[in-house]
Nanobody
Framework: QVQLVESGGGSVQAGGSLRLSCAASGSTFGLSATGWYRQAPGKQRELVAA???????KYADSVKGRFTISRDNAKNTVYQQMNGLKPEDTAVYYCNRGSYSGGPYYPSSFWGQGTQVTVSS
């Protein structure tokens, strides 16, 4: 079992920044990648960024140049630095442990509880 806990969400004005954290615990064997997803009201959950060892991080086109995903293996934590936030970034953000080797990100069934990000104009 894998436990994922997100934190760092909040309310900011457009142009502001937030840093999300995803702390993992439990057995992550075989699930070496982490993905950040978001889901806005009435919309499908979408992949925002993904990271894995030895491959370049993956970003959705809508966040390229504004979001940066990183990881601290010693803390078993993945971060997502979000700069230049826009109202359309408003969503619940979830992290997931899965598989990523440079192509598609393959999510597992292990999700965190989500953290709300609200960006006002």
């Amino acid at each position: 079992q894998v436990q994922l806990v997100e934190s760092g969400g909040g309310s900011v004005q457009a142009g502001g920044s937030l840093r999300l954290s995803c702390a993992a615990s439990g057995s992550t064997f075989g699930l070496s990648a982490t993905g950040w997803y978001r889901q806005a009201p009435g919309k499908q959950r979408e992949l925002v960024a993904a990271i894995s060892t030895g491959v370049a991080p993956k970003y959705a086109d809508s966040v390229k140049g504004r979001f940066t995903i990183s990881r601290d293996n010693a803390k078993n934590t993945v971060y997502q630095q979000m700069n230049g936030l826009k109202p359309e970034d408003t969503a619940v953000y979830y992290c997931n442990r899965g598989s990523y080797s440079g192509g598609p990100y393959y999510p597992s069934s292990f999700w965190g509880q989500g953290t709300q990000v609200t960006v006002s104009s």
